[in-house]
């Protein structure tokens, strides 16, 4: 929704109409509650944050928020996640729903793990 690539996650969550930011300032509170030592940027032109590789991104939309946690994470969610649109990488949360916050703290988890795992796996290649 923002007109240009904003610089910072305060940038492009300031440039959101205010009936959306409610919804995006949760949703970012959630993820850093959740992972605080991941690094928060704008990848792709959206929030996103990395922690051992990239974790989990989000984007303000006309009517809803996006959710990108990856395709493993929503495989693995599917059942929790069927109230909800999603493709292949994405989840979408309706302005107006409640954020299933319990349901997106354990997705960053399940990414943190993710990360963790294949970070192993790279240093024990390595040797």
């Known amino acids: 929704m923002a007109a240009s690539k904003p610089a910072t996650v305060d940038v492009y969550i300031a440039g959101l109409p205010p009936e ?3 919804w995006l300032m949760q949703l970012r509170h959630t993820i850093q509650q959740t992972a605080p030592d991941a690094e928060e940027g704008i990848f792709w032109s959206m929030p996103g944050y990395r922690w051992n590789g990239p974790l989990v991104y989000f984007a303000a939309y006309k009517h809803h928020a996006g959710f990108y946690p990856g395709p ?3 495989a693995a969610f599917a ?3 069927s109230a909800f649109q999603t ?3 994405a989840i979408q949360f309706p302005y107006g ?3 299933p916050l319990e349901l997106i703290k354990c997705m960053v988890q399940y990414r943190m793990q993710q990360n963790l ?3 192993a796996g ?3 290649r390595n040797l």
């Open 87 to 89: 493709s292949k990488g």
């Open 79 to 81: 059942e929790e996640l």
């Open 97 to 99: 729903c409640e954020l």
């Open 72 to 74: 493993d994470a929503i």
């Open 20 to 22: 959306h930011l409610p």
């Open 117 to 119: 795992e294949k970070q």
């Open 122 to 124: 790279k240093k024990k």
